[in-house]
């Protein structure tokens, strides 16, 4: 398996922004969490103004608001053996009022406010990657990235499927018992969802058990993952497994392949594009104690599709057709709203959102 550098930990740290002293808190816990990967004062500088700017943009329109922070890594040279470059995504989500005029509000000076109108363009100007979704009362979410090394801030050769995530544990607890990851096996991109049963640390060694084997396995087949994390998690409490994979390269025009789902336990997939969308069905059990079938399911995929999955830490009655445009963004964002709107709050919670990249930017 040709792993993907998802970062440093694919559990972000959550920053709830309230008031003034909750920004400063923020940039400071942030700032730390940078210069352990590397980042030079230079760059620290570059990310206090950021986090400042999304913080106080919360308090001015929406009150209130939060922040959700993780260590990132890829390839500098697009392959698994190429030297690593770090950086620190950022996600910005409130429920406020939403923006009138996306265009416009990255123009120096606009303000809806009476405030200076300059935090969205320093944002834009200091950010390497930039993507925000908004909507008349829907609120924003924005996602910004910030490498430590600005001169490969730009990939020499992109990845063919662009994902995100959002993995965060039960308010209280320091470990999470959902993990995901994610590679190549051949021509496919493969991802792993895993929910230790319960939360806290015991549920975080099942998971991380079904992790670590997803990475030793060889170019494995979604039914093979959940097979083999059967048997690894024995010793465990067991955990809720979903494993999925996309076509990793672009075939044709209309279908390119299919998407291929294995499931055991409270684990959803679904696939969604333009003309509607199919969910993915998986088997009742515990990975690791109570299975009695890996059965693999499939449906097409269009090059314009969305794979999503995520733990039942979010509710289930969602429909991204309410959230005019946002299939269209990073899945980052997409995650983002979802768990904005659909967390439970009394479990961890993890989505998992991915695309085949467009054409254009391959």
């Known amino acids: 398996m040709e792993a993907v550098l998802n970062g440093l930990s694919a559990t972000q740290r959550r920053f709830e922004i309230g008031d003034p002293s909750s920004v400063s808190f923020a940039r400071r816990s942030i700032g730390e969490l940078a210069h352990g990967v590397g980042f030079d004062d230079t760059m620290l500088g570059r990310l206090a103004i950021v986090v400042t700017e999304c913080g106080t943009n919360q308090l001015k329109h929406a009150q209130r608001g939060e922040l959700l922070v993780r260590p990132i890594a890829r390839a500098e040279g697009g392959g698994s053996a190429s030297p690593e470059v770090y950086g620190i995504e950022l996600l910005a989500i409130d429920s406020g009022p939403g923006i009138l005029d996306l265009h416009a509000c990255f123009a120096d000076g606009y303000t809806t406010a009476g405030s200076p109108g300059n935090g969205m363009g320093a944002i834009q100007r ?145 696939v969604w594009a333009p003309g509607g969308h199919r969910h993915l069905v998986s088997h009742a059990g515990i990975v690791g104690h109570q299975m009695r079938k890996a059965q693999e399911f499939q449906v097409g995929w269009p090059p314009d599709g969305l794979l999503i999955l995520h733990s039942d830490g979010l509710a289930t009655r969602w429909d991204l057709s309410r959230y005019p445009g946002l299939a269209h963004r990073h899945p980052a964002l997409i995650a983002a709203v979802l768990y904005r709107d659909f967390a439970r709050g009394r479990d961890d919670v993890t989505v998992f959102v991915a695309r085949m990249r467009s054409k254009e930017n391959l």
């Open 126 to 270: 200091l950010s390497d990657e930039l993507d925000i979704w908004s909507a008349p009362g829907l609120g924003t979410v924005l996602r910004i990235v910030i490498w430590s090394d600005a001169s490969t801030a730009v990939p020499s050769h992109p990845a063919p499927v662009v994902y995100g995530a959002i993995n965060l544990p039960l308010e209280g607890e320091t470990l999470c018992g959902d993990l995901w990851t994610c590679g190549y096996a051949g021509s496919e991109f493969v991802v792993l969802v895993a929910d230790g049963l319960g939360h806290g640390p015991l549920a975080n060694t099942a998971a991380l058990a079904a992790t670590e084997t997803f990475a030793r396995l060889d170019a494995p087949g979604v039914v093979e993952i959940i097979e083999a994390s059967h048997e690894a998690l024995r010793p465990t409490r067991g955990a809720a497994l979903g494993a999925a994979s996309i076509p990793a390269v672009d075939l044709t025009d209309e279908v390119i392949g299919n998407a291929r789902f294995c499931g055991v336990g409270n684990i959803a997939a679904s």
